[in-house]
Every structure is written in structure tokens, then in C-alpha cells.
């Protein structure tokens, strides 16, 4: 056994009987240079080797603490959107939002139920994409507020903000406005009438249909652009 795999057993050895501060943190490295009686290098490859392994996490400035590193869930918009692509988040859309439809249909309010009403009516009567898109995110967005969940509706709101920082490029025809056969026109009418019925499963995969369409349209638009 090398030096190397010597600090590594010396230092599970420590951790296995040592009772950390509750946040997990380690000593600093020269402290447990001293503990164990090992050489710093020796010690960084142990850390390295754990680390490795998901036994313990590392973050410049503020030390080394035992378990796997934790989600940043305050992670800003911008810094989640530099680490993610467009697959990524209609992934995301696909396992959230059907979700949030069913809970809707449950627990929508006469009001939501009209706010939904109106936005796919303003979505057939919009004379920009510009208007019919503001419909749009409306409808989701309702949706969401809709399932009666405060935590689901508050991480649907930060999907969306990625969403919206994360494109392949708006899939427009050359027109001004939405065709009055566009796709989405039916599928969200057919949403609505789904929650307006109290018909969890429907809405579910209504729903589910719904974004599957927009993940394949952005593929076939990314597969164009290319």
C-alpha cells in the first residue's frame, strides 16, 4: 500500500469514527494534515479520491463537507439557462405540466376556468404573434395557479423563466399572425374543456399530447435551421 491509498484509509478510518459539525464540514486541510499525520498532497488525493466517489463535496471559499453536493436551487435564471438546452427543458415541461393540468382540474376556481376561457379565445382572435404568444404563456401560467399549489406554481414560474431564456428560435411561419390552423389552437381548447370538465386523466394527457407536439416541432425546426 502506497502512501496515497494509506491517507485514503487513514481518512475513512477518521470519518467513520468522528463526529462532524452538523453541517458536515471537515476541518481545514491543515488541521487534517495534522490529525492524521499525512502529507497535504497526500491528503488532497484522498479528498480527490471521496470526492470522486460522492462522499463528500467541495466548494472554493467555504470548505469540505461529508455527503453529494446539494442542488443550488437559487441558482438565477441565467446561470441554470447557461447549463441547460432546449431538449432539457421541454423534458422538463413534459414531467411538470400534465402534472399541474390534472391538479387543476381538480382544484380550478370559476375564475381560473374563465381566465383560461379567455385566453384561448384571445388565442383565435390574435392579430401578432406577439399577442397570441402572451395568450399562450397566460393559459400556462393559469394552469399552473390553478393546481392549488404554491410550491409547484413557484418552480413552474422558474422553468418558464428558463424556458423563455433557452430557444432554438421562435417557430414562425413568414405571416404576422398564428395560421387559423395552428395546432395549438384546438389542443388548448381542448385543455380547457378538459379542467372546465373536473377530468383529471384527460387533462393529464391532454396536456402531455400538447408539449409533445412543441418538442417535436422544435426538433424538426432545429433539424431545418441545421
Known amino acids: 500500500m502506497d502512501d496515497a491509498d494509506g491517507a485514503l ?25 495534522e490529525i492524521l499525520g499525512v502529507s497535504r498532497g497526500e491528503l488532497r488525493k484522498a479528498l480527490a479520491v471521496l470526492e470522486c466517489d460522492g462522499e463528500l463535496w467541495r466548494h472554493v471559499g467555504k470548505g469540505t463537507f461529508i455527503g453529494s453536493r446539494p442542488v443550488e436551487v437559487h441558482s438565477s435564471v441565467a446561470a441554470i439557462a447557461n447549463r441547460t438546452n432546449p431538449l432539457e427543458v421541454m423534458q422538463a415541461r413534459l414531467i411538470m405540466e ?27 382572435t390574435a392579430q401578432t404573434w406577439r399577442q397570441y404568444e402572451n395568450a399562450d404563456n397566460r393559459l400556462h401560467r ?9 410550491v409547484l406554481t413557484a418552480l413552474f414560474d ?28 384546438a389542443q388548448h381548447e381542448a385543455l380547457v374543456a378538459a379542467i372546465c370538465e373536473r377530468d383529471q386523466k384527460a387533462a393529464f394527457k391532454v396536456m402531455q399530447n400538447h408539449l409533445r407536439t412543441v418538442r417535436d416541432n422544435l426538433l424538426q425546426h432545429r433539424s431545418a435551421a441545421e
Not at 382540474?105 to 370559476?110: E, K, L, R, S, V
Not at 393559469?142 to 404554491?150: C, D, I, M, P
Not at 422558474?158 to 389552437?185: I, K, M
Open 9 to 33: 484509509t487513514q481518512l475513512k478510518a477518521w470519518l467513520a469514527q468522528r463526529d462532524l459539525p452538523s453541517d458536515g464540514r471537515l476541518p481545514p486541510e491543515r488541521e487534517l494534515v
Open 98 to 124: 400534465p402534472v399541474l393540468a390534472r391538479e387543476a382540474a381538480i382544484n380550478a376556481t370559476g375564475s381560473h376556468l374563465e381566465g383560461m376561457q379567455q385566453c384561448v379565445r384571445l388565442q383565435r
Open 142 to 150: 393559469l394552469v399552473a395557479e390553478a393546481s392549488g399549489n404554491t
Open 158 to 185: 422558474q422553468l418558464n423563466a428558463v424556458r423563455r431564456a433557452v430557444v432554438w428560435g421562435r417557430l414562425r411561419d413568414e405571416s404576422n399572425r398564428p395560421p387559423t390552423n395552428h395546432y395549438s389552437f
